[in-house]
């Protein structure tokens, strides 16, 4: 028996089907937002299995068109490309970023020649897949060196957009770079190239098996938080994001994404600049294994993605990215 006066609004009215549900749903998700990485290996008709990523692969470059052709016929728009560079190749230095037949350049070459502006490029600017310490950064003393690191940086962005990629997104978090990275750019007549700034990138401990699947995991000497940010800090993401806009950058990455919403959040709500999202490796291989041991089921990777765009993503980066488009369909 129920007492007292009963509520003229009842907000259950509006869940009652689906159609009325659809009607009023206030974020949704397509394949217009999937943003898809690829693992590069050396090697000729090669496909690897990262072991700390279930389903995930590194592919060799003469493979890439099979994997385009399937991101295309899912509607994405763009994959974005990190390299598994062979260790007699790497370095303090991290020489092999700047050569022009290196993983990175190689696909470049191959896709933008077979597909044209048929898919978006993204490319990766830091250090850490070719150095032999794993930083993203050059060392000296056991300090990574600001100035040093971002004149190389600016050299690998303009290798990239030689090479033709469509969107640079230097991940490295030194000071400065995309200023003047994209002074650089324009100076080369590179008008056109977006830079997508890892402007918010956190010392977080969901990176693992990225750094597996790039072959950096085992040779990091120390840690990363003296350039990548303090997961207790969100003010901090506002000043960075400032810095960027103000250098140049045409959007901004946040990364990791789940456990960052409100600095998503707030950087949307403050900036009003397309914001994306990087559903991380671990991120990833958390969700994944929860499905493949029945803990949870496959709705889990959409209700993570929607989470991004409720708290303001205009694009998700994940490993998702082809199995969502069919989830979609």
């Known amino acids: 028996m129920i007492t007292g006066k009963y509520p003229s609004l009842r907000l259950r009215r509006n ?11 206030e974020n949704n998700l397509s394949t217009n937002d999937l943003i898809l990485p690829i693992f590069l290996t050396d090697g000729k008709n090669k496909k690897s299995k990262i072991s700390s990523m279930p389903g995930i692969f590194r592919y060799s470059v003469d493979m890439l068109p099979k994997v385009i052709d399937k ?19 790497k370095n303090n230095l991290g020489t092999e970023a700047l050569n022009e037949n290196n993983l990175v350049c190689n696909a470049l070459k191959l896709i933008k020649n077979k597909y044209k502006n048929e898919i978006g490029i993204m490319t990766d600017v830091a250090l850490d897949p070719y150095t032999s310490h794993g930083h993203d950064g050059l060392i000296k003393k056991n300090k990574i060196l600001n100035d040093e690191t971002v004149r190389i940086l600016i050299e690998q962005s303009l290798l990239l957009a030689e090479m033709g ?3 640079i997104a230097p991940s490295d978090m030194m000071d400065g770079r995309i200023g003047e990275i994209r002074k650089f750019l324009d ?7 977006q830079l997508l700034s890892y402007a ?16 950096s995991k085992s ?25 960027d806009i103000k250098e140049g950058a045409d959007f901004v990455m946040v990364k990791p994404g789940m456990p960052y919403l409100d600095i998503i959040k707030s950087i949307k709500d403050k900036f009003k600049i397309p914001v994306f999202a990087y559903q991380v490796s671990g991120e990833y291989s958390l969700i994944k294994n929860g499905i493949n041991n029945k803990i949870i089921n496959h709705d889990a990777i959409i209700e993570s993605l929607i989470a991004f765009k409720r708290a303001g993503s205009c694009a998700i980066v994940t490993y998702f990215a082809n199995e969502v488009a069919n989830m979609l369909d």
């Open 15 to 25: 869940r009652k089907y689906s159609w009325t549900r659809r009607l009023i749903r």
């Open 71 to 89: 991101a295309l016929s899912n509607k994405i728009p763009m994959v974005a490309f990190f390299p598994n560079t062979k260790f007699n190749k």
């Open 165 to 167: 990629s469509d969107v």
């Open 187 to 193: 100076k080369k007549k590179f008008y056109n190239v």
């Open 200 to 215: 918010v990138k956190y010392a977080s401990n969901f990176y693992g098996p990225f750094r597996d699947a790039v072959g």
């Open 219 to 243: 040779l990091l000497k120390g840690d990363k938080r003296t350039y990548q940010m303090d997961f207790a800090n969100s003010n901090e993401a506002i000043r960075e994001v400032a810095l």
